[in-house]
């Protein structure tokens, strides 16, 4: 596969992200956008020079070397139905659908899975973003690995059971840490404080998370084992805040202050 | 005053990094650096034009117009005592100590507290941090204010119980944060992963958490109420990190899915 062609199937979040970056890395070129909606599928086609959006089956190319699918897990199925089954390569961008969804299509396929949250109208630099892929074969991971790595800076190997973990991980890392901000934007409220005055501190914790590792940068009252200052903030705290600061304070020590 | 003199009563992260920063601003002038160990007090010192470090009560100058204790909060009793009692201001920088501590000094004394976490080694820019303040009488407030307002972009009034409530809700955000983090540097650590897998997506949570707010920002299996991606999490996880995806996917679902 030289340049090879693509067909994007799908032009949500991660479509609008990545078929685009394809294009403009040099690493694939996008000539179909297929969505149900020909509104979104001639969004993202106005972005990638040469490719034309498409709605119905019938009209989706049968010359191209991959698709690529990036709908909604439930959409899998039928977008599935849809294509035409051929010897290409046939790939799917979920974390959590196996990657035989795609075995009835052709010998070739697998799962082409970043590691990112991708929102319209958010530019973000994809080569940055961790890529973890899955072949039906050694021979065509290795393909898999080839066709990506010309674009993203990381690839990995992950299966089914190592993508599951991996999204337990971001709910614990991300969408949990999102919670916990949303409870501290509400304490700041009712003290007619802005959230963004925390905004120096969590970016410096951030950073040093990533300078030494989260488990060495644990700091505060539990870290400290201080169950003065943790019984004085539980007093002021009720529900599931207290519950919270509770059962998060107890696993921190728990783990020796170490996180 | 002018250029108020000041003599730094301690030598630690806090200090470390707001004395150079009041020289070099030219908010003040700091002419003493005070601490017990004299090596910490020339270390700072040697960071700041014109100032002297002393280790001996004797030594401490009698004529500064802000004597700025920046010590851990059991050291400021004992600072207390050790300092010149006169008519100048006497400010602490602790976020859960009363400015009472200091009333035994002067008429004129409050509280300078930045919300950020410093670490000596770490180049900050103290600008950005916002500051907390509160004073023995609105008077020394505003004192306290056009002193700190040259220097700190964001200088807001905090009584005891704010800045309480402020500590509460920085556990929340960093400290219960920074555990989540390790939880998921653990989870990761077991498949072979590292950590750094996660950066871009925790970047990225991070941005939208500002831009939208954290409750606007909520997504993930518990916002969305899938019971089914959730159920298959918990069967993968034992203790304490068990009972944390519980209890925080509960919360997430009972604020509706916004945080």
Not at 33 to 52: N, T
Not at 61 to 83: K, T
Not at 216 to 231: H, K, L, N, W
Not at 241 to 249: G, N, P, R, V
Request: net charge negative; with cysteine.
């Amino acid at each position: 596969m030289a340049k090879p062609k693509i067909v994007m199937a799908g032009a949500g979040n991660v479509a609008t992200h990545i078929a685009p970056a394809i294009s403009f890395s040099g690493i694939g070129e996008v000539v179909q956008v297929y969505s149900w909606h020909i509104e979104s599928a001639v969004a993202l086609a106005a972005k990638i020079p040469g490719a034309k959006a498409v709605n119905a089956p019938a009209e989706i190319a049968d010359d191209a070397d991959i698709y690529l699918i990036s709908v909604s897990d439930d959409a899998i199925a039928s977008v599935v139905s849809a294509l035409p089954k051929r010897d290409a390569l046939y790939l799917h961008t979920s974390g959590s659908v196996g990657m035989e969804a795609l075995a009835g299509l052709s010998e070739r396929y697998g799962v082409f899975y970043p590691l990112q949250t991708f929102s319209k109208g958010v530019e973000l630099d994809v080569r940055s973003v961790p890529l973890f892929v899955e072949g039906s074969s050694a021979a065509v991971e290795d393909q898999i690995r080839e066709f990506a790595s010309g674009l993203f800076g990381r690839v990995y190997h992950a299966d089914s059971m190592t993508r599951k973990k991996m999204h337990i991980s971001a709910v614990f890392a991300c969408n949990f840490t999102n919670h916990l901000w949303s409870i501290a934007e509400e304490l700041l409220r009712r003290d007619n404080l802005p959230f963004d005055v925390l905004r120096p501190l969590l970016v410096e914790t951030l950073r040093k998370a990533f300078v030494n590792s989260p488990s060495a940068s644990q700091t505060g009252p539990a870290a400290r084992g201080d169950r003065r200052v943790i019984d004085g903030h539980l007093e002021l705290l009720d529900g599931n805040e207290k519950e919270i600061y509770k059962l998060l304070s107890e696993s921190i020590m728990a783990s020796g202050g170490k996180g």
